[in-house]
């Protein structure tokens, strides 16, 4: 049996890697999260002008911060 071992260098470089990846995570969470408050604070005016609805709005605000994926 042929055990690979890992050094503690790529260890740290991989525990790096994954908070890096976290805090893109959270990063892109708090973007949208942010977004979706600045769309519900927008006259219907400024809405039409992108577009969208009140309507539109109301749905996008109530997805959950993480579900940022587009919809149809």
Known sequence: MNIVSVEPRDR????????????ERIRIWRLVHR???????????ALEDLGL???DVRKEAAR????HNHRS
């Open 64 to 67: 959950a911060f993480w579900d």
């Open 53 to 55: 609805t009140r309507s």
């Open 35 to 45: 977004s979706r408050r600045q769309l519900e604070g927008m006259p219907d005016h």
């Open 12 to 23: 740290l470089e991989a525990g790096r890697s994954i908070v890096r990846l976290v805090l």
